[in-house]
């Protein structure tokens, strides 16, 4: 064999082989990534909402008394809000939502008819601020953390009672000041977001802890709201 003849062997070989190399290589090639557009989206939580609740004793240290029995209450919020890339793997998302906390109290007598509810909602026009990631294929895995500063709007008091002989009665009370204008919260979500062409739908868990007083200065209680619940999120790429 001529080493003209031996030459083109070899570098058929070695052409062959840096070709299988290559498909190889390039069927392993990850498609995981992080999220990088750019969306507006709409946001609707259902959680259930308790609260801390101690005396003020730097006021007139008043006893919990029939409110230490007070049980948790399911609420919707809503956000309207926009997410921008911050960096190759983090995004930065704000917006405008009405959020609710709140709680509950049942009392029912072992005696006769009579009983006594009542529902308490506290309602805030806030703008959430939250860092988040999103990383996988198609569905990724979502992170969120963040503050939810807030201006008060109202809170609503919903009574009803049943006396001893059977006879309902009910009363509502909307106060929309004295009490504290400002909350500030912090939140904290982590669920699965799956992304179409246009558009992503996506399911979190929510946990969101006050960190200031719903009440005033010299209320007889601190009042801080805790939720936690679930949230679905639809938004679109722009």
Not at 177 to 194: P, R, V
Request: a neutral charge; one cysteine or more; proline letters at 3%.
């Amino acid at each position: 064999m001529s080493k003209f003849t031996l030459l083109i062997l070899l570098i058929g070989i070695v052409f062959t082989g840096q070709s299988q190399l290559i498909t190889t290589t390039s069927k392993k090639v990850s498609k995981l990534s992080f999220d990088t557009t750019t969306q507006v989206f709409v946001n609707i939580g259902i959680v259930s909402s308790y609260r801390e609740l101690e005396p003020n004793t730097a006021h007139l240290n008043t006893p919990l008394g029939a409110r230490s029995d007070e049980t948790p209450l399911t609420l919707s919020s809503y956000t309207l809000g926009i997410s921008i890339p911050l960096t190759k793997c983090l995004k930065i998302n704000s917006g405008l939502s009405l959020l609710q906390n709140g709680e509950a109290y049942h009392w029912y007598s072992n005696i006769d008819d009579s009983s006594y509810t009542y529902t308490s909602v506290f309602r805030y026009i806030s703008m959430p601020i939250t860092l988040s990631a999103a990383y996988g294929k198609n569905l990724k895995v979502h992170f969120g953390l963040g503050i939810i500063p807030g201006i008060f709007s109202s809170y609503k008091k919903s009574e009803a009672w049943t006396d001893e002989d059977g006879t309902n009665s009910s009363e509502e009370t909307i106060i929309q000041d004295d009490l504290n204008s400002f909350s500030i919260a912090a939140q904290a979500t982590m669920g699965l977001e799956y992304f179409f062409k246009r558009f992503s739908i996506r399911a979190s868990y929510i946990y969101r802890r006050q960190l200031n007083n719903t009440y005033n200065k010299y209320e007889d209680y601190v009042h801080r709201s805790i939720a936690s619940g679930g949230q679905i999120a639809f938004t679109y790429f722009l």
